[in-house]
């Protein structure tokens, strides 16, 4: 399986660490809402097909990537920094969720 | 029901061997049932088998999308043991081994269940003190387990690299005798015959497409062989089981379907009279009756329906038994397979009532399901026949994430990788 890293171009799945499910979120460190915590550390969507995912070219520029990819076939239909979900946790302050 | 016996075996070698019916019937589906079980692995099947032997129940079906014994019950490394340090995992394993140690008695049909034991090493004294510490915990709770020396692991596995020079030097390990193999297809043939004699329904080729509701309830469900209802609907599909539940109106779970290799070389000469597993990596290995030695290694590390792994694993696997058996460099691997593995967030797996009315959920067995087999069905059956857990299998809710009682063998935290 070849990723292609936005920064690197294609390279080897070998080279990249996977970080799981990237349609977890995380709640604000402070927040006490137990079931958003337990969703966010227990729940998947785990589908057959088209998944949202995190990996790290931990092999390569180090970038945290957000990668699509199907899981029945492997094809991987978009890679793009991770960074732009960065905004998650500021999104639920403005918005007053915990 | 003793319908394999020398006299039976004499008897139709002598008439050509004409005379002996299918292990079981291919039924056509019926418009309901007390019991369906989705899934015609082994824990589907070893649930009907039960159901109808313990409980009574034999008005049961059980439907297999594809053809019977054609996901994970085919596809492990056929080991058996009950080599757990927590107290919920244990009891459960034990009751499993228990089970298997009668398996091919009470099925009439020969499982192959041969107690060859099985070997964890240990390649630094921290490690050993762990396992010593599991050890104990196992034969508090009536388990055997014996710590080993080094020099007794060279005698008992003399094709182990047990020189201070190799990669990972060998300190000792942990030895369960009673631990062993049994031919899984075996498993899956035997409980399907005797589910099949008692009058439960297997019906192959039958794809569950939804589930027929009442409110809430689960009334039955559609299938691609039409709608069959039933009063209690089990569902034992190990990797699949996301899928089943958002069929269920359920998105999420407390699992993630990941892909494991196993691996079998040409045939060898007696070589390795045990399980053996490698304590700085994730290695494990037997060998066949056939002679081919079978193992395998870890995940390949990121969600998966394929059922085929990847090179990069294979590199892994290979390096590993390398590491132990230098000696086998140049035997050359035969075959390679994946199955879809049911990963739970704790490594422990989920036998319960629900989560939905009128269902039954059994599924999270990771990388362990096959020893699994005779208890999780027993278990299962006991659980949808009471409509509450067996002792035994009360520990595995699925709620005891979101309580915060996680079976955590590891003691590693939440992560679908476990065992």
Known sequence: ?98 | MAEYSAFSLLKNALTGNKDWKPAWRKPAPKASYDVIVIGGGGHGLSTAYYLAKEHGITNVAVLEKGWLGSGNVGRNTTAVRSNYLLPANTRFYEHSMKLWENLSHDLNYNVMFSQRGCLNLAHTPAQLDDFARRGNAMRHLGVDAELMTTAEIARLVPALDVSATARFPIVGGLMQRRAGTARHDAVAWGYARGADRRGVDIIENCEVTGFLRDGDRIIGVTTSRGEIRARKVAVAVAGSTGQVMRLAGIDTMPIESHVLQAFVTESLKPFIDTVLTFGMGHFYMSQSDKGGLVYGGDLEGYNSYAQRGSLPVVDEVMSEMLALFPGLARVRMLRSWGGVCDMSMDGSPIITTGPLPGMYLNCGWCYGGFKATPASGWCFAWTIAKDEPHAFNAPFTLDRFHRGLVIDDKGQGATPRLH
């Not at chain 1, 079931?35 to 088209?50: E, H, M, S, T």
């Not at chain 1, 199907?70 to 969720?97: P, Q």
């Open chain 1, 1 to 98: 399986m070849l990723i292609t890293c936005p920064y690197c171009g294609p390279r080897d799945v070998i080279e990249f660490t996977y970080q799981g499910d990237g349609n977890r979120e995380r709640p604000q460190p402070a927040s006490q809402n137990l079931d958003a915590w337990n969703a966010y550390v227990y729940d998947r969507l785990n589908p057959a097909g088209d998944h949202n995912e995190i990996w790290q070219h931990s092999g390569g520029c180090r970038a945290h990537l957000r990668v699509v990819r199907n899981t029945l076939t492997h094809e991987i239909s978009s890679v793009a920094f991770a960074r732009g979900d960065h905004k998650v946790a500021a999104r639920h302050k403005a918005e007053g969720k915990t």
